[in-house]
């Protein structure tokens, strides 16, 4: 059973718009979410996290949105560039328990020129 | 700040024989993870270390897989024997126990039993 799921394995979308990926979690403990991305042959970095007392975070051209009520977090990117082609994936836990991550499978994101 | 260091970067090894993947975590940092990526399950959580000390191997799929972390510089897992469903892209993560920033992770090891 999975606990935080990302159902769009891959997306399209061309430079300069926006791209909206998204995650759903069952977990109703997860009071802390994280965006990852990871390049081919490479280590997924962080990206951009948000506690549950937040409804949004802001980091330039990313904003990570949650809905408790709905379980749901998005992570837009505006505007979208090439370079951020690449596999982002989703990432929940429960701030003042483990350190532990669990993750979705990862939505592979392609910017087209 | 080398970062997360894992060695080897890729392992090809047959059906049967020992694996030892290495983990070189982020001086200061006290919590390490072993994680695994396949097609099918994303990236799942083997194991963790918190200060040395194992906290949760809830994870590890069954007794052919066994971590080890001696000292806050170093930690192997190990597969014996090995097998063709292991095939899989492992990956070592460090923190310092505040997930702020989240976790740092290394490059990863990409195995594959033939």
């Known amino acids: 059973d999975q606990q935080v799921k990302q159902n769009s394995p891959s997306l399209s979308v061309q430079e300069g718009r926006i791209s909206i990926l998204n995650c759903d979690y069952t977990n109703s403990m997860f009071d802390y979410f994280l965006w990852y991305k990871k390049y081919p042959a490479e280590g997924p970095t962080f990206l951009i996290s948000?506690?549950?007392?937040?409804d949004k975070n802001e980091d330039g051209r990313f904003t990570v949105f949650l809905n408790k009520s709905a379980k749901h977090l998005s992570l837009h990117i505006v505007p979208s560039q090439p370079g951020d082609s690449a596999v982002y994936f989703c990432a929940a836990t429960t701030q003042g328990g483990s350190e532990k991550l669990v993750f979705g499978k990862g939505t592979k994101l392609t910017v087209n020129p | 700040d080398a970062g997360v260091i894992q060695s080897p970067r890729h392992e090809v090894t047959e059906m049967g024989q020992e694996v030892t993947l290495r983990c070189k975590p982020i001086s200061g940092h006290n919590s390490l993870f072993w994680y695994r990526q396949t097609m099918m399950r994303g990236l799942e959580l083997l194991i963790y270390f918190n200060n040395n000390v194992p906290i949760d191997d809830s994870g590890m799929p069954e007794d052919r897989f066994s971590a080890k972390m001696p000292n806050a510089s170093f930690s192997t897992l190990k597969i014996q024997p090995s097998e063709p469903r292991d095939s899989a892209v492992y990956f070592c993560a460090s923190i310092k126990g505040v997930l702020g920033y989240g976790y740092t992770f290394g490059s990863g090891t990409r195995l594959t039993v033939v």
């Open positions: 948000i506690s549950s007392i937040k």
